[in-house]
């Protein structure tokens, strides 16, 4: 086990930069997580790690030695692929031993090591069997066994539940969780899904057109997204942007929209762009009564009911559609006419131009 | 039926074996005209045997289907109106959007004229005038979604059968897909049937859904009532992500108080004691069943709420977006609990346990049917 | 089970007499040969043909390997032909080792074209210019270089053109299955600490054991039977069975019976490799389900 350091890796094929200048740094012992779209340079960045491609420039450090030109198999990293990868023509045992086997580890000391990561892998009963009959859960397990058996610096996972329906894929995200706070293997991982990064990381970096967008703890993305792209890819339903005109009144500021005017309380010194975005994410809605001076009269369009909430599709009267998440508690149809209001201190604001996140200062 | 005018389709006692092996069971069913249906439930349960039936796809072994009021089971596919849109949509390829939505028609031997009026006529209800001369192949996904629908809508059928239409895009999308589904459903106001496995896509997407067990029906209900009241242990346990936390009891009466009971776990339930011995009739076993988004740490007002005699201690916190998931273990059984995102709660922490009393679900032992 | 009713006992009988019919035509000339094999002289020709032998005989087997033997009046007909032995003992070497080194070359080709791109697309298009041309135009000047290398009428002449002749089938028929090897599956093994060549020989290489099996099948048919090469480059020592067929062929005409019994004796051997190899051929073709 081990930290890795990545300086400023680009990677590009043909005319698409799939890397385009990333860096970060990853503790020993850290589960850190690449989460971006499909095409963001999250698979890529992993097999630069692993060797599987060569970097166009830039270094790669692991337990601070220089990886740049070690062959694969000498760098001692594992991956689990997308599509579990596990040699088909092998017993789950065989699968399991095989990074140990070339490694000329003697074969008692395989059979403890390869019981032992089954045992808690869960995957005893499989050992004889070849992954033709495997599940989708069973062969990650597999992989996941042959990747930790023999620990290795660091673990790259590329999203390795994708296909996975939802109940698998949570039983497997809890038990990944669970394996590395036990093992402290450094582990990266990449992945399209926030909920499943969420569950697992210390930390998140959220990547697009191979570039970092913002690195942090979930909440800190969650919460406070540095630009539109995070605030509309993490979180479902997404956060709702609304474009305004920023006008000043004396020293306040005031956000107006067909619909609404949001006032904001002076701050001292605050410049705020013309155009900006209004960012409030659906649970933060909350509904009012007609009476309330910030009431903004919406028609429900759609109700969708999730567990003890619903999702709502709200339309302004210009046409501007918002989601909502309500409590059940709150009894709305398709057709009715209610009031809702966004609570002041749950407002991200965007620039219109640059969709970089402007901090309002503390009052 | 009263409104036997809005009834689209009906079943009755329908029924299928497949060598033996009894796909579906004596399934009585109405489809109000309108409505979006949802089939769910595990895999093997005959929700997409029924589909088949509906479509004409399988015979049944048994019983009937009517499309308005008109017998229809031994009629083929074709002869029957009704449009079937497929898993992942099917497309062609290296058609464009045009001749997608043209061929249905052209094989019906539709007159030239007539079928460039109706693709053009359903292009534009579903917005998809504009990309009526691309290629199927390079269309984004809702796109595709609109196409196929309106490939099967062009010739008019009565009702729309879906088979897990999202089953393999992959999350995230699957919502976004799923919230553009329901709002072209809405904007066309067609009937549609809509079998899947996930019970949040029939929770979000149903006008009704029919809970499907072991080829019979579970529960069939607003999904607002299933949630709200599971009919029987099946369903109580199918819905709801993470599922209903369902514990076994024992029932007591201690002089003028009632309790649930499981070792030196205990919950004070006085104010249900009539309804509970009335639906007991003896028995002193049952499942007591609390969704994890209703249980709450305390302090509890007094009225409304029962508490736990044990205090739970967390054992895994498991954030998500807006939500932790948290496993509890109170006295011997191990229980789910959903609070917000910014709840600080800590693995080992230890809390009094409660939730509100009207929130609660009882199950008999035995028949599984719910109590109360 | 159903019941069938009338008109379905109708369809499925109808069914059945179109399987018989197509049977009855792939298998007729099959037949005709084995029947041929068994007449005598005076039956090969005979108007109206019969498929079963009047006077079923196996002195065409005889005359095969013992030329001067008089059984059924043949042997004066045919004095002048060697026995088949020789025949068949050159087809025994040359065809296995050509085949064997064929598919071997084309293995580790494909594998380098299709995993590292080697010679990048062009290579593979290349390599298939070899088939490109009617064999007969290399005739000329391999004979010079063959004359110079004095490797006129050997066995080894054979091999390298059999070999040569039959790498880019074999090139093309491997990357089909190589490609099915998921990339992943020879990644992760290198991950796990496996050298290039070990990684192809345990991994790769007995995944595609069903598509070597299936190449070296074909091609190894494809050799057997090549006539034309081996009639230019081989006249007493190297020649093969193909050779030996046309040898029948006299001045008095063509004698029917000994080519159809040694066209039976030499279809054994492919027939026996086709079975041997019949288990790789089926899970060659399904490896590449093991994927999810």
Not at chain 1, 248 to 270: C, K, M, T, V, Y
Not at chain 3, 108 to 115: K, P
Request: with cysteine; aromatic share 8%.
């Amino acid at each position: 086990m081990a930290s890795a350091q990545i300086v400023n890796l680009f990677k590009s094929f043909g005319k698409v930069q799939a890397v385009a200048g990333l860096s970060f740094e990853v503790a020993d012992g850290e589960f850190f997580c690449l989460l971006g779209p499909p095409g963001a340079g999250k698979t890529t960045t992993l097999r630069l790690i692993a060797g599987l491609e060569k970097p166009d420039s830039g270094q790669i450090r692991l337990g601070g030695e220089s990886m740049n030109g070690v062959h694969p198999m000498n760098r001692d990293v594992a991956m689990v692929f997308e599509d579990v990868a596990l040699y088909p023509h092998w017993t789950a045992f065989d699968n399991i031993a095989h990074p140990l086997k070339l490694r000329k580890v003697p074969a008692q000391e395989i059979r403890r090591q390869v019981i032992e990561v089954a045992e808690m892998l869960h995957i005893t009963h499989l050992l004889d069997r070849k992954p033709g009959t495997f599940s989708g859960g069973e062969r990650r397990r597999v992989a996941l066994g042959r990747a930790l058996v023999r620990r290795p610096r660091v673990l790259l996972l590329d999203q390795p539940l994708t296909d996975l329906d939802a109940k698998i894929r949570q039983e497997m995200s809890n038990e990944l969780k669970r394996l590395q706070v036990e093992t402290r293997q450094t582990m990266i991982y990449a992945t399209h899904d926030f909920e499943e990064a969420v569950g697992m990381a210390d930390r998140i970096m959220v990547v697009n057109q191979g570039k970092e967008v913002q690195t942090g703890t979930a909440e800190e993305i969650y919460e406070t997204p540095q630009t539109t792209f995070v605030a509309t890819f993490v979180g479902t339903p997404a956060m709702n942007l609304i474009p305004c005109h920023a006008a000043q009144e004396e020293n306040r500021w005031s956000l107006r929209h067909p619909d609404f005017h949001i006032n904001l309380p002076a701050f001292g010194e605050l410049a705020l762009p013309q155009e900006a975005i209004v960012g409030i994410r659906p649970e933060h809605i909350a509904v009012t009564s007609e009476s309330d001076p910030r009431a903004i009269p919406v028609r429900v369009d759609i109700v969708q009911i999730l567990g003890d909430e619903q999702i709502v599709d709200l339309s302004m009267q210009s046409g501007v559609v918002v989601k909502a998440i309500l409590p059940l508690t709150i009894d709305v149809r398709p057709g009715d006419q209610i009031s809702i209001r966004f609570p002041l201190e749950r407002i991200v604001l965007f620039d219109g131009k640059s969709e970089q996140r402007i901090v309002l200062p503390a009052r | 039926m009263a409104d036997q005018q809005n009834m689209l389709i009906r079943l009755e006692r329908l029924r299928k074996e497949f060598n033996g092996v009894i796909a579906v069971e004596g399934l009585d069913l109405d489809v109000v005209e309108g409505e979006f249906l949802c089939f769910l439930g595990p895999s093997g349960c005959g929700k997409t045997t029924t589909l088949r039936m509906i479509a004409g796809l399988e015979t049944p072994t048994a019983g009937d289907v009517y499309l308005r009021g008109r017998r229809i089971t031994h009629l083929p596919p074709q002869q029957r109106n009704v449009g079937f849109v497929f898993q992942n949509y099917a497309l062609f390829w290296h058609m464009t959007v045009y001749e997608n939505l043209a061929f249905g028609l052209r094989v019906r031997n539709v007159a030239p004229a007539d079928i460039d009026h109706r693709v053009k006529e359903i292009a534009a209800s579903l917005e998809l005038t504009d990309v009526l001369h691309e290629r199927a192949r390079r269309l984004d996904l809702s796109t595709m979604q609109r196409v196929a629908m309106a490939r099967t809508l062009v010739t008019d059928p009565e009702v729309l059968l879906l088979d897990e239409p999202l089953n393999n895009f992959r999350p995230g999308l699957r919502e976004m897909m799923r919230g553009e589904l329901k709002r072209w459903q809405m904007h066309l106001g067609r009937t549609m049937i809509y079998v899947t496995h996930d019970q949040e896509e029939a929770m979000t997407l149903g006008d009704r859904i029919l809970v499907m067990n072991a080829g019979r029906c579970a529960q069939l209900d607003t999904p607002r009532h299933i949630y709200e009241h599971p009919a029987n242990l099946f369903v109580a346990s199918f819905i709801g992500r993470p599922p209903m936390n369902l514990i076994d009891v024992r029932y007591t009466v201690e002089g003028e108080k009632a309790f649930l009971v499981r070792d030196s776990l205990r919950l004070d339930i006085t104010p249900l004691r009539e309804k509970i011995e009335r639906a007991l009739a003896g028995e002193t076993q049952l499942v007591l069943g609390v969704r994890p988004e209703h249980l709450s740490p305390g302090p509890f007002p007094e009225e409304g709420w029962v508490q736990f005699s044990l205090p739970a201690v967390v054992d895994l916190v498991q954030p998500l977006a807006r939500k932790k998931f948290l496993d509890l273990k109170i006295g011997d059984a191990l229980i789910k609990m959903v609070v917000s995102g910014t709840a600080p709660f800590r693995q080992g922490e230890r809390f009094p346990l409660g939730f509100p009393l009207h929130r609660i679900h009882l199950f008999h032992p035995t028949t599984e049917e719910a109590m109360l | 089970m159903r019941k069938m009713n009338g008109s379905q006992i109708l369809a499925s009988s109808i069914r059945w007499l179109i399987g018989l019919l197509i049977c009855i035509v792939v298998m007729l000339p099959i037949t005709w040969v084995l029947s041929i094999s068994l007449k005598p002289p005076e039956e090969w020709v005979a108007y109206p043909p019969t498929l079963v032998p009047l006077k079923p005989t196996f002195s065409n087997y005889i005359i095969l390997f013992q030329p001067g033997n008089p059984v059924g009046g043949i042997a004066e007909m045919v004095s002048s032909a060697e026995p088949v032995t020789r025949a068949f003992i050159n087809s025994l070497i040359v065809v296995p080792i050509a085949t064997a080194a064929s598919v071997l070359i084309g293995f580790l080709a494909s594998y380098a074209t299709v995993r590292f791109q080697a010679g990048g697309a062009t290579l593979p298009l290349f390599v298939l210019t070899t088939r490109m041309f009617p064999p007969v135009a290399f005739a000329v000047p391999l004979l010079v270089y063959f004359r110079m290398l004095n490797l006129i009428d050997t066995q080894l002449a054979l091999i390298l053109m059999y070999t040569g002749f039959t790498i880019a089938f074999s090139l093309w028929m491997m990357r089909g299955f190589i490609e099915g090897v998921p990339r992943h599956v020879e990644e992760a093994a290198i991950l796990d600490g496996a050298s290039p060549w070990r990684v192809l020989l345990t991994i790769t290489l007995p995944l595609v054991r069903g598509g070597l099996a299936a190449t070296g099948l074909f091609v190894f048919i494809l050799n057997w039977t090549e006539f034309l090469l081996a009639q230019i480059f081989t006249s007493r020592e190297a020649l093969t069975i193909p050779v030996q067929v046309s040898h029948y062929v006299g001045a008095v005409g063509r004698f029917y019976g000994p080519m159809a019994a040694l066209g039976i004796v030499a279809s054994i051997p492919v027939v026996v490799a086709g079975y041997i190899i019949q288990r790789y051929l089926v899970t060659g073709f399904t490896f590449g389900l093991v994927r999810e």
